[in-house]
């Protein structure tokens, strides 16, 4: 049976909720955690000395964390040309309207090259201060905990050994996402927008719009293997 968009995103909704209450609680009662959670932190279990990031993953990657465009960057010392990329490939209500919705990372190299430029240096040289703040934010975070639902086993790795992990590891843009690999070509990291589609913005060119342009990263299991 085919799924609605709305079918579809009610399941994304219903799972997500269970993975940060009910299975997230199991976690932190296993390792000796108090469940903290919430949206004002990244912390989801502490023991008062270590703070950890959990996730419950069902296939190969999951969310790690979700912002605006513009959050995103003011962490960071970004020039004119790297919020321009930014602005492009994950799109805007403007945009939209005007009837684009966003421009790939191959249309921006091909007419825009000194935008796909900055942006490319911009990763090369901010690589592990991205990592730390897609994984940590201003939250303490010293470990991230993850369970593969699927096959019921548990990985962990302190924040410094997933640093350390990075260190070696390169950029590689693709059309609709960027990736954070090591070789051969395994991606620990990715960037995409967030592309979400909802019911409580106006119908537009037939596509109704939520958060549709918001910078989405997810963490891969791969990183923990």
């Known amino acids: ?53 959990i996730k419950n993953m069902g296939g190969s990657s999951t969310q790690v964390h979700l912002t605006t465009q513009k959050s995103f960057l003011d962490n960071f010392d970004a020039n004119d040309d790297v919020y321009e990329f930014v602005r492009m490939f994950c799109g805007t209500q403007e945009m939209f309207d005007a009837g684009k919705d966003r421009y790939t990372s191959i249309e921006i190299a091909k007419s825009y090259p000194e935008i796909y430029d900055a942006f490319e240096s911009f990763l090369n040289e901010n690589k592990l201060a991205i990592i730390q703040y897609i994984i940590s934010n201003k ?59 909802g019911e409580n913005k106006k119908l537009i060119r037939g596509i109704k719009t939520k958060n549709r342009f918001n910078v989405l990263w997810h963490i891969h299991k791969e990183l923990f293997i």
């Open 139 to 197: 939250s303490d975070i010293t470990h991230v905990l993850i369970k593969d639902t699927k096959k019921n086993i548990e990985y962990s790795l302190t924040t410094s050994e997933i640093y350390d992990k990075c260190k070696e590891c390169y950029w590689e843009i693709l059309k609709g996402g960027i990736h954070l690999r090591k070789a051969p070509r395994k991606s620990l990291f990715h960037f995409q927008r967030e592309g979400k589609r």
């Open 1 to 53: 049976m085919l799924l609605s968009t709305e079918e579809k995103s009610q399941i994304g909704y219903d799972t997500r909720e269970k993975n940060s209450g009910s299975k997230e609680l199991e976690l932190c009662e296993k390792y000796g955690l108090t469940q903290v959670g919430g949206s004002q932190t990244k912390v989801d279990g502490t023991n008062g000395v270590d703070n950890y990031s």
